[in-house]
């Protein structure tokens, strides 16, 4: 899994370095409640955007639970302009996630010490305000499927996460 996340992010590369010509770079960052991603979107033309992130949360519960993931990913979407500064977009994100987490129980004798990765697809819809020819303002949601392997601790058959469900997030962009 990790080497195809690697040779897509490559060949997204190669191919935004391909149409360098046409090609509007910039960065951006979501705002959630749980945590934050940081973009880079690479608009290719008017109605292409290849968008790479990376998002890393570290949570705590007092002295008995740890957890930090780290998620990579590379969203593609389909640019509609609707008015002059106004666009929707749709398509999707795929993302390598990887966490570690620590447990730890004094009072029952237990503690663990868990390594998972996986991918995570996210189809999603979003739009964005112009603010300036440089910054924009817009929301997203998505519905995302989450599929993660166990490594370590109870590493136990059946105890594989799997998860989906809805995101949304606001996000501010600035093109160079």
Do not use: C, H
Request: glycine share 10%.
């Amino acid at each position: 899994m990790k080497n195809a996340i690697l040779v897509a992010t490559l060949a997204t590369v190669m191919s935004v370095q391909a149409q360098a010509a046409e090609v509007d770079a910039g960065v951006g960052i979501s705002i959630e409640s749980d945590d934050s991603t940081i973009y880079i979107p690479i608009d290719i033309g008017d109605s292409v955007r290849i968008e790479p992130g990376v998002r890393y949360s570290e949570t705590e519960i007092g002295s008995q639970l740890k957890a930090d993931v780290l998620d990579l990913s590379v969203g593609v979407f389909k640019l509609l302009p609707i008015r002059e500064s106004i666009r929707l977009y749709f398509g999707g994100r795929l993302a390598y996630v990887q966490a570690e987490i620590v447990e730890n129980y004094p009072d029952d004798l237990f503690d663990s010490n868990t390594d998972e990765d996986g991918y995570r697809i996210s189809p999603t819809l979003g739009f964005e305000y112009q603010v300036t020819e440089r910054f924009s303002v817009g929301g997203e949601a998505e519905w995302f499927y989450l599929d993660m392997d166990r490594d370590g601790g109870l590493n136990a058959p059946g105890l594989d996460q799997k998860e989906q469900g809805t995101e949304t997030r606001i996000l501010f962009r600035f093109k160079f």
